[in-house]
């Protein structure tokens, strides 16, 4: 069975940073990270490929960057570097992996991050 296990929330101040990973127990061409904050549904933040084809959230471009692992651990792991944090970027941070061609998805158990003021 899969398992994606992410690291790095934790309780920070506006215009701090955090960092985010999180590890799959399986090789995928697509990971990233979705976010679901109270209330709201869950939504993409930003995806890279093995390729380093990238995608984000217009509302974390310039302030959030997604890696992958180095070497053979680009296909296992995955990296998003948060900067200049707003309250607003308070939310549950889910690591999620697919493959290219395949229909199953597979989420972590999420990582919260908070931003106070």
């Known amino acids: 069975q899969v398992q994606l296990v992410e690291s790095g929330g934790g309780l920070v101040q506006t215009g701090e940073s955090l960092n985010l990973s999180c590890a799959a127990s399986g090789v995928f061409d697509i990971m990233g990270w979705y976010r679901q904050a109270p209330g709201k549904q869950r939504e993409l933040v930003a995806t890279r490929s093995v390729y380093g084809t990238t995608n984000y959230a217009e509302s974390v471009k310039g302030r959030f960057t997604i890696s992958r692992g180095d070497g053979k651990l680009v296909h296992t792991t995955v990296h998003l570097q948060m900067n200049d944090l707003r309250i607003e970027d308070t939310a549950v941070y889910f690591c999620?992996?697919?493959?290219?061609?395949?229909?199953?998805?597979?989420w972590g158990q999420g990582t919260q991050v908070t931003v106070s003021s």
């Open positions: 999620n992996a697919h493959q290219i061609g395949s229909s199953s998805v597979y």
